[in-house]
């Protein structure tokens, strides 16, 4: 049997790879791909995983989301495998050690971010309780057809920031708290026309 041939074109806010309609924002990276097939969107109530979002979608503040993907495997390794626990007792100096790192993004503040993060993290009693009460506890399922309807914000994430702010976390502005609650699957904003969408949409 002879192999087809890959193909793929961009078609309107759609991505289609051998037929597969995706969300176009994904584009033709094979990470950023397998992020948007197997990660965006699908609702988690791990506390490991809400926490590892919640650090990467701060070091993404200012940045694109692919540089923060590429270098999530190097922050795993030098983050303690996003452990909280380990993360609230980082020293200055393992900070000055992390800044001589060219495998993540060598910011301080967001360094030092991830380490009041985690100790604020701890300080939750229930912290998927507390990240989903922002939806009601079931994901939001929008219906959008093209990207320019997908917000950047929205009030649930603004009250979500209010919140985060008001509990120590930093680098938590409504932006960022709505693409983490994208991210973990708070809210589904995959397009109607992405195979993703209608597997998403009546998972909780």
Known sequence: ???????????????????????????SDPLYIDYHDREWGVPTRDRQVLF???LLEAFQAGLSWITVLRKRERYRQVLFGFDAERLARMSDTEIDERMQDPGIIRNRRKLEAARSN???WLQLDDPAGFVWSFVGGVPKINRFERLDQ?????????AMSKA??????????PTICYAYMQACGLVMDHLTDCERHAELAGVD
Do not use: H, N, Q
């Open 1 to 27: 049997m002879v192999a087809l041939a890959m193909v793929s074109a961009i078609r309107g806010d759609l991505y289609m790879e051998d037929d597969m309609p995706r969300c176009a924002w994904c584009g």
């Open 52 to 54: 590892e979002f919640l």
């Open 118 to 120: 985690a100790r604020a």
């Open 150 to 158: 997908v917000p950047a914000v929205s009030p649930e994430a603004e």
């Open 164 to 173: 985060l702010k008001k509990a120590g976390f930093s680098f938590v502005g």
